[in-house]
């Protein structure tokens, strides 16, 4: 198995479960390789580098996931970055594609860890939902650009998850895509990690301090990016990330200060529709599983 994300799809959360559970999972036979792992040790290269340059840095998890496969051991593998870079245009998006990178990304390193057979896992998320949180993490980062600036080069109600999708299965080494979506993903995560791992559905899992399927990363009220241009011309020198937490912990994202929204509400409902008639197609799709609750 391997989950590749998406971004600003709670697959924060779903690692830090993966991982909190990680010796339950090997008691029933699968190892776990998540973003503390692919990101240092048994790190995964940047793919877009010279094959032998590529085979030589991704040896050790090649290595290590031979030696589980000789056991006889279920892979899960996990890192949203194998989807072609971080959660910003043109990456994340560009024109009317979502994730450009993703089908060269995924074809350099199946075949560079000799995999075949794979099931691709993703979560997806209505695209303007996506664009916005997308848009707030950079505000996270300390970027203070504004929407329009951020999608400049974006068509967003152009984007397709089928796209997206299609493009994996034609992957040479993609057996099968699992997927399901965001919006379901707190009465998800159970049977979730049961389907990603291979675990009896009634598997005892240890479930996170926090309120289970809640964020990690909370993104940003609207209130509070209105304020942090604010905060940084009234204290010349400011930190723009340090400004953020600041008008965060004053105007914290939640029903009396929502998230930033953007786009006119015709543009909102007709994203709606249309990311339910993907997620349909997709439904319909061979070789293509969709988890609902």
Known sequence: MLHIGAHKTASTHLQKTLSLNRDILAQQGCVYFGPDRLRRDLKIPGLHRRPNAIRHRIKPLLDAIQAEQAMGRRLLLSDENIMGGGPKPPALAQGEVLYPKL????????????????????????????????????????????????????????????????????CSGVKRVLIWRHEDYSSLL?????????????????????ERGSAFLIGPSARAIELVPKLVADEPGLDAKLALRRAMRQFPKSLDHPAPQPFPADHVAQSKAQYQADWDRLAATAGVACLTP
């Open 190 to 210: 159970n049977p979730l990690v049961g389907a990603l791992s291979g675990c009896r559905p009634d598997t005892a899992l240890k479930a996170l301090a926090q």
């Open 103 to 170: 089908q060269n990304q995924m074809t350099v390193l199946l075949d560079a860890l000799e995999l075949r057979d794979v099931t691709v896992c993703l979560a997806l998320r209505n695209p303007l939902d996506l664009l916005v949180s997308a848009w707030g993490h950079q505000f996270r980062r300390g970027n203070l650009e504004g929407f329009e600036q951020f999608c400049e080069d974006v068509a967003p109600l152009a984007l397709r998850w089928s796209d997206v999708v299609l493009r994996l299965r034609s």
